[in-house]
């Protein structure tokens, strides 16, 4: 069935350094792949999305690569910063437009240390 | 531009008893989609809603209804509620030909 791998679980790193968090889907027809940060009793927020035409995707200090042929897709946070301390979640979608589900994964528990 | 807003913030109900929940989409959003979160764990996808339908589903039982009305705004429906459907319970909208889901802020759900 549809799955959506997440690694690691918890993530702790020193302020300045960078961060990379690693997914894997299942689904072979996903085509759209989005990043979700979540802090503390908030609602996940979109932070980067990647579709299955591209390969890397960059926004200012986050990154995001896909590699289809593995069904492996990554997030990178560089030079981070103590609020970048949140749940990260990775997501797969099948399906055009808006009509697919969203497939989780289990989240990674980012600490950045001042 | 409101965003994604869900009512009520906070319910607790005991077991057996019944729950609505209410989500209104981002301005220009016409699809709402429902997820489950259980403490420490991603959002799982309950059902999906469009022109009033509900378009596609997830592994969750009957118990879990929903409906939409012409406005787009959204219900989620549980009868007969178990101790493990205390979670949080989100909403996402999207528009049309966009993938992009934005979530509401939730109901958390307790059940006694």
């Known amino acids: 069935g549809e799955n959506v791998e997440q690694h690691p679980s918890t993530l702790s790193v020193q302020e300045g350094d960078s961060a990379v968090i690693k997914c894997t889907y299942s689904d072979s027809a996903s085509n759209y792949f989005p990043w979700y940060k979540q802090e503390l009793g908030k609602r996940p927020q979109l932070i980067i999305d990647i579709r299955s035409n591209v390969g890397e995707k960059k926004d200012q200090r986050i990154a995001v690569t896909l590699n289809k042929t593995a069904k492996h897709f990554s997030l990178h946070i560089t030079e981070t910063q103590p609020e970048d301390s949140a749940v990260y979640f990775c997501a797969a979608q099948h399906g055009s437009g808006n009509t697919g589900k969203l497939i989780f994964g289990q989240g990674t528990t980012l600490q950045v240390k001042p | 531009d409101a965003g994604v807003t869900q009512s009520p913030t906070h319910l607790i109900k005991t077991r057996g008893q019944q729950v609505t929940l209410r989500c209104s989409p981002k301005s220009g959003h016409d699809t709402v989609s429902w997820y489950q979160q259980a403490l420490g764990q991603g959002p799982q996808f309950i059902f999906q809603?469009?022109?009033?339908?509900?378009?596609q589903r997830g592994n969750f039982p009957d118990r879990f209804s929903g409906h939409q009305y012409p406005n787009y705004s959204s219900e989620l429906n549980v009868n007969a509620l178990l101790l493990g459907d205390s979670a949080l319970y989100l909403c996402a909208s999207s528009g049309a030909g966009t993938s992009t889901q934005y979530f509401g802020p939730g109901t958390r759900l307790t059940v006694l």
């Open positions: 809603y469009y022109e009033e339908e509900e378009r």
